[in-house]
């Protein structure tokens, strides 16, 4: 049994006479503890995607369930996590962590919490910062405690939504790094939408690219058989790395130049209209008397 599962699911926006498909025939199968990364480009579908794995979108068609049950809106099961990072800014980094902690585990005490809390700020090296609040933190010390508040849920899937995607390449390596270690450890399923090559073949076990949209789709998937933990340091020799490097952004050069051939082929030829001409008769003498003329040469008497 799948994890988690799409079956020919589409969402569409809008009304029947304007309609338009985001999302055509999705079909998604993730296995427990597996780590997927969804690959497309701006605007593809990406983020709808996401909000129909984490429940916030209802699919137009089709079904989506976990654990074999139908998907009924959002729940602490699956931790999401977005590009921006949410955090209340008047809230320091362990309050905000705290308010999800609260409404999901009213059952533990303070200082079980407090723990549970700390245990996370901890894990992704903010153990200098409990105290901080959001305006006093770089962006990727923001987005650390965004990932400390998803993981203190104890999500049973991570679903994460480009969430590296605004950080410089120093601070993305070392939260990839941070993220691939608890994977590793904790050992959770996760599902990661990514625009970023070299980051899907570092981190994921199978890659999937979206095709464009409107009515994106899920192309056939890229398996990653390299061996774990990876190294980035040596990855960029490795033959299995360049090589799936090279496929994946081939294929997703290919989606984009058949798109934007498609673009060009529905081209609306319009009628020949020429513009009246609505110039009056007296604007030429008008604009002439706004400059000052040259006099005329005196001719000689
Ligand atoms: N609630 C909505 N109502 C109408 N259209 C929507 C809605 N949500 C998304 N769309 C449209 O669906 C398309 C895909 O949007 P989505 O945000 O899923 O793309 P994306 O791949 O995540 O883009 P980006 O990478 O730029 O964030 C866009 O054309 C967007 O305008």
Do not use: C
């Not at 569409?12 to 006479?17: E, I, N, V, W, Y």
């Not at 996590?81 to 309050?95: A, G, I």
């Amino acid at each position: 049994m799948s994890f988690l599962e799409l079956k020919n699911v589409s969402v569409g926006f809008g009304p029947p006479s304007n309609r338009t498909e985001v999302l055509r025939d999705i079909n998604l199968s993730v296995k427990e503890k597996e780590f997927v990364a969804i690959i497309g480009f701006s605007g593809a579908g990406k983020s709808t995607l996401m909000s129909l794995l984490a429940g916030l979108q209802d699919p137009s068609s089709g079904s989506v369930s976990m654990k074999g049950q139908p998907m009924n809106g959002p729940g602490p099961d699956r931790g999401l996590m977005f590009q921006n990072y949410s955090l209340l800014p008047w809230l320091s980094v362990f309050d905000n962590i705290k308010l999800a902690v609260d409404r999901v585990f009213p059952q533990l005490s303070k200082s079980e919490k407090a723990e549970k809390i700390n245990h996370y700020i901890e894990m992704v090296k903010l153990g200098h910062a409990p105290d901080k609040k959001p305006h006093e933190l770089s962006g990727g010390m923001r987005q650390r405690a965004s990932l400390a508040r998803t993981l203190s849920l104890d999500p049973e899937i991570l679903l994460l939504d480009e969430p590296l995607s605004a950080l410089d390449a120093l601070t993305r390596s070392e939260i990839q790094d941070q993220i691939l270690n608890i994977w590793e450890t904790d050992k959770r399923t996760v599902v990661m939408i990514t625009n970023d090559v070299d980051e899907a073949v570092l981190m994921a076990d199978r890659i999937i690219p979206l095709t464009m949209g409107p009515g994106a789709t899920l192309a056939d998937e890229f398996i990653v058989n390299m061996e774990r933990p990876r190294d980035r340091h040596t990855l960029n020799d490795h033959p299995e790395f360049m090589r799936l490097k090279s496929e994946i952004t081939q294929f997703m050069m290919d989606l984009n130049k058949e798109a934007k051939s498609l673009k060009t082929s529905e081209i609306i030829p319009m009628p020949d209209v020429r513009p009246k001409d609505f110039s009056l008769p007296s604007a030429t003498p008008r604009l002439k008397n706004r400059r000052p003329q040259p006099s005329k040469p005196k001719s000689a008497a």
